[in-house]
């Protein structure tokens, strides 16, 4: 089964994600923030995460930036959601190697799952 | 359930009024179902940590500033699902301005959407909505423009309304 993380303090965007994977046969895992994200990452494992920019704790591409660091976190596939224009995108977000940016106002569940599945090569 | 009536009056802004920042605002996020109809009438709306389910329509046919809403508070385990389905969305910022009396419910919407800014007022009786004047920092009176409406806005961009906003000489705010 595809292991997906979400990495999200909206909890309702959180939980609308979840169920949206969850529908689609994923294992989804969800973090409030990038500390527990960090946590989670490492003992779950999973093929993308869907990180949000703005969280409590840990910023998102903070966590990033850390997670790029290990070993076991250097080659996960990753998805930053965000409702900032492209322009405020942290510049270090876009050389750790992300697979793209999604603003989330604009894109629905299905569109974001469809990207997922793309970006997986599972299409 | 509760059930409203709205009288409202709805208008492009013309400039972003003064002081707006430092009054009281929130960011909703709408979703409108179902996602294929061009103007969808059923919303589910997170208001902070409130969910609720709302249907909305005219109570009057031919003034489409007399609305009923139909409201449902959901749990936010509720929401996630219904959110989770094929909708549209759209996220904003909503202000609430004093203004004589009244309060203005300034939408700064995000997004795809950003750069439009729609104000609207709500009255307790026809009278006062009647005798009502545009302020200065209002642009157009867009209350009967089916464009400006949530579940028609929903999924669009800014960049898709400029036709019909340009009508109205209107610019985006930023």
Redesign the interface.
Same mark, same amino acid.
């Given at each position: 089964m595809t292991k997906i993380a979400i990495i999200e303090d909206d909890q309702a965007i959180s939980q609308m994600y979840r169920f949206k994977f969850e529908a689609e046969n994923y294992q989804v895992e969800t973090a409030e923030n990038g500390k527990l994200g960090l946590q989670l990452v490492e003992s779950f494992k999973p093929d993308i995460i869907l990180l949000d920019l703005m969280m409590p704790e840990m910023s998102g591409d903070q966590m990033l930036t850390e997670m790029r660091k290990t070993s076991w976190g250097k080659n996960i596939k990753v998805v930053i959601l965000t409702n900032r224009g492209e322009q405020e995108i942290p510049p270090a977000v876009k050389t750790l190697g992300v697979e793209a940016v999604i603003l989330k106002a604009d894109m629905t569940p299905r569109q974001v799952a469809e990207l997922v599945k793309t970006k997986l090569g599972i299409n | 359930m509760s059930e409203i009536i709205e009288l409202e009056l709805s208008y492009l802004a013309a400039a972003i009024p003064e002081g707006l920042e430092k009054c009281e605002h929130k960011t909703l996020?709408d979703v409108y179902f179902p996602?294929s109809a061009a103007h969808a009438k059923l919303r589910i709306r997170?208001k902070g940590d409130t969910?609720e389910l709302t249907k909305k329509t005219q109570a009057d046919p031919n003034n489409a500033g007399n609305q009923r809403e139909e409201n449902i508070q959901l749990t936010? /385990?509720e929401?996630? $699902?219904l959110?989770?389905?094929?909708?549209?969305?759209?996220?904003k910022t909503r202000y609430y301005l004093p203004y004589r009396g009244l309060t203005a419910e300034v939408d700064v919407f /995000?997004?795809?959407l $950003?750069g439009l800014i729609i104000i609207e007022f709500e009255f307790d009786s026809p009278e006062v909505k009647n005798a009502f004047v545009m302020p200065d920092f209002c642009l157009a009176d867009v209350t009967q423009e089916e464009f400006i409406a949530g579940g028609v806005l929903a999924?669009k961009s800014y960049a898709d309304l400029q036709p019909q906003l340009e009508q109205f000489r209107y610019r985006p705010l930023t």
């Open positions: - | 996020s996602a997170q969910f936010l /385990e929401y996630g $699902a959110a989770a389905g094929e909708g549209r969305s759209l996220t /995000e997004g795809a $950003a999924g």
